[in-house]
């Protein structure tokens, strides 16, 4: 086994949040690619990838990969691409046969609504942090930049982006706490780094 992939593998193994925010990092992009040549949009890609990467945290210490680490994640996207597209064809079949016209809008209505509340606190935590940790969270995590980047761009110390980058984390952590429940596997990432 190559060492990357070992250090991936025994990394998750042992619950090490930043092998899996590096795995993410280095995988999630390639993936979301991979996964709209199955299901055509970049949303339900992006929220396949995710649940994969969530259900390999949920079950890291019980990971058993043969192949390489690389093959185990496209295997993993295209299985769950695959179930995601039959799942959705059943369900076009069952609304159509089962369902009147006004049932869907209200679940639907009803998800909205709690996801743009999320979506407000969120971007109202993410505001509310000072200005220099507030740029530096968001380069980190908007704009996939890797420490040593933000460093060089803002002209700072990479210590000094990760003392910011770990206050940020703990004032989102603590803002949001009501709302954990709720958040998906992105905030999931965001929120336990």
């Excluded at 991979?34 to 990467?53: D, S």
């Excluded at 220099?132 to 890797?146: A, G, M, Q, T, V």
Aim: charged share 30%; proline share 2%.
């Amino acid at each position: 086994m190559e060492e990357a992939q070992f250090r991936f593998i025994t990394g998750l193994k042992a619950g090490d949040k930043k092998i899996f925010e590096e795995l993410y990092r280095e995988y999630y992009t390639p993936l979301c690619f991979y996964c709209l040549r199955f299901v055509g949009k970049h949303e339900e890609a992006e929220e396949i990838v995710q649940g994969v990467f969530f259900k390999i945290w949920l079950k890291r210490e019980e990971l058993n990969i043969n192949s390489s680490l690389k093959s185990y994640l496209y295997r993993s996207v295209q299985n769950y691409a695959i179930n995601h597209l039959n799942l959705q064809k059943s369900r076009g079949r069952y609304h159509l046969d089962d369902y009147t016209e006004t049932e869907e809008p209200n679940i639907n209505g009803l998800e909205m609504l709690e996801e743009d509340e999320l979506n407000t606190r969120i971007k109202e935590a993410i505001a509310r942090l000072p200005e220099r940790r507030r740029i530096i969270f968001e380069l980190s995590r908007f704009s996939d930049l890797k420490y040593h980047q933000i460093a060089d761009q803002l002209e700072i110390s990479v210590k000094t982006v990760e003392a910011q980058m770990a206050k940020a984390l703990q004032s989102l952590r603590e803002t949001l706490k009501d709302y954990l429940p709720m958040l998906g596997i992105m905030f999931f990432i965001i929120l336990h780094t």
